[in-house]
């Protein structure tokens, strides 16, 4: 079940947010009287609550932000249990003084926000010792196993456990602790207001991710990369997973840098069948893969981890289809065939991973690529690997291209008034591309309108690999027309489509 946390400084609040979760769908709600500003009032929080509660109160040296006594305190955690609220939250060294009671049922809580700490089934034994109904164990995830160990803790525990890890590489096991066996996870009631590190929104969690459907059958696939949390991926394949009824769910994992290999081998017994690959991992998960597709090999970067049936992993580049496909389609060819481009001028904007894949695509098509990169060194070094022209960045408006590809982060979200190539270097004849996606129409997709050129959106090339991944981790064909909206909708003011 997912219990949602709620924190604000006044009771009206409280309780008009309550009413306002209950509406929203919730099930059980935290209420954290250690938020209140003015001494808590159990009687009026719970007095008509309209959903079981839990009664938390966290002291500063937990993380919370109770400022009275600790008699105070324990004063306001019996009330609340002779009340007859639902649950209390009672932490290690409290549950030992406070006795259980009427209906009330105990969570006996551990936190620990700096590490999870390797005796874990030991802190779980201690609180077994307490009387609880629940035993919550919640700790900082530093590196990917720790989510493994406390998985692992929720899934052989023989009381009922609520396990998880905090922090951005601790929300795979935030997702996954049901399936497990965990009885709650914890959310926010509102995505600003964050009330443990990691929590994600209600919505996001019962909406997006499915929480109370994942079971141990289940396919779980993700995305691993550093950073993450803006990815959205989740988001795309999440949608297409749901629409096409497939019993599977998409996480992403904040994976740090220079530790994809022995991260997803810590990560192994959560039996994850596939991930997309994102910055900074895209040359690693080239090297791990057991068997690479020959776009793979040529570009020397994977953004898709496949897993065999014994275990080992397969590795494809979808972007470089995507961008290759999204041209094709930008020139009115719906086919593969590719001969169009055999002789096109292509200026290419930037020289990283982007710009490796779009360089290969266009050039084993007979493109005659040109690359111009911020860095010249870049630009150098990856037009002479891959047998292409390179030029000054100041030079890129002196060709006159037939086709313009921008895989350079300008004009992304928030510099939205900034274009990588001047509106009077545009002509009509050119095909313009490019990759950004947030937003769709960046400056330079408006100036190339304006002009009246060709345009392809980083919506079209986002689609595409994301689609060509879903095909692969799931041998079914994509719903990409669902995944186009999801993703047009999550970066229009209307906001995510959960
Ligand atoms: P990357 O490896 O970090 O390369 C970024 C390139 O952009 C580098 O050549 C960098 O030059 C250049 N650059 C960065 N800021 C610049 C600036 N202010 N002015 C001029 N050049 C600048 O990143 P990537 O993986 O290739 O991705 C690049 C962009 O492509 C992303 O931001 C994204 O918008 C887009 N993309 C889109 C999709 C899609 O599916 N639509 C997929 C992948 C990427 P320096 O070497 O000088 O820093």
Not at 21 to 39: C, I, M, N, P, T
Not at 391 to 411: F, Y
Request: charged share 25%.
């Amino acid at each position: 079940m997912i219990c949602v946390s709620l924190g604000r400084t006044r009771h009206k609040m409280v309780v008009a947010e309550h009413r306002a979760l209950a509406e929203r769908g919730a099930e059980l709600v935290e209420l954290r009287l250690d938020w209140l500003s003015h001494l808590p009032d159990v009687g009026r929080l719970i007095e008509n609550r309209p959903t079981p509660v839990i009664i938390t109160c966290r002291r500063a040296e937990d993380r919370g932000r109770w400022r009275g006594t600790e008699e105070q305190r324990q004063t306001l955690l019996r009330s609340a249990i002779v009340s007859g609220v639902e649950y209390v939250d009672l932490e290690e060294d409290v549950a030992r003084t406070i006795p259980r009671y009427g209906k009330t049922k105990r969570i006996v809580s551990y936190h620990n926000f700096d590490e999870t700490p390797v005796d874990l089934q030991q802190i779980h034994n201690r609180l077994a010792r307490l009387d609880p109904d629940i035993i919550k164990i919640v700790t900082m995830a530093n590196s990917p196993g720790d989510i493994t160990r406390m998985l692992q803790l929720v899934k052989h525990s023989d009381k009922p456990t609520a396990g998880f890890c905090m922090g951005e590489i601790g929300l795979p096991s935030r997702i996954l602790c049901g399936r497990y066996g965990s009885p709650l996870t914890y959310c926010t009631f509102n995505a600003d207001r964050e009330l443990a590190p990691g929590q994600i929104q209600f919505e996001e969690m019962r909406d997006l991710y499915h929480y109370d459907r994942i079971g141990l059958d289940t396919q779980v696939f993700g995305v691993v990369g550093d950073p993450i949390a803006h990815s959205m991926s989740p988001l795309v394949h999440n949608i297409a997973l749901q629409k096409a009824g497939i019993d599977a769910v998409y996480i992403p994992f904040r994976i740090p840098q220079d530790t994809l290999a022995r991260s997803l081998n810590d990560l192994d017994w959560l039996g994850i069948r596939g991930f997309s690959v994102t910055i900074p991992h895209k040359e690693a998960a080239a090297s791990i893969a057991i068997r690479e597709s020959p776009t793979v090999h040529t570009i020397g970067a994977a953004n898709t981890l496949i897993r065999t049936p014994d275990g080992q992993w397969e590795s494809e580049n979808t972007d470089y289809d995507a961008i290759l496909q999204s041209v094709l389609a930008g020139l009115g060819v719906e086919s593969d065939d590719a001969s169009i481009l055999a002789g096109r001028k292509v200026i290419l904007l930037g020289a990283g991973g982007a710009a490796r894949s779009a360089a290969v695509a266009m050039s084993a098509h007979g493109a005659l690529v040109t690359i111009a990169s911020r860095t010249r060194k870049r630009a150098e070094t990856l037009a002479d690997e891959i047998g292409c022209q390179h030029c000054g960045w100041e030079n890129r408006g002196a060709g006159e291209p037939d086709i313009l590809i921008n895989t350079t982060p300008v004009g992304m979200h928030p510099n939205v008034n900034d274009t990588p190539f001047n509106a009077n270097w545009l002509n009509e004849n050119m095909l313009v591309f490019d990759t950004v996606y947030n937003p769709e129409q960046t400056l330079l997709i408006k100036h190339a309108r304006e002009r009246n050129c060709k345009v392809v959106t980083g919506i079209e090339m986002f689609v595409r690999q994301a689609a060509r991944q879903f095909e692969l981790f799931t041998s079914q064909p994509c719903p990409s027309e669902e995944m186009r909206a999801s993703l047009r909708a999550a970066i229009s003011p209307i906001g995510k489509p959960y």
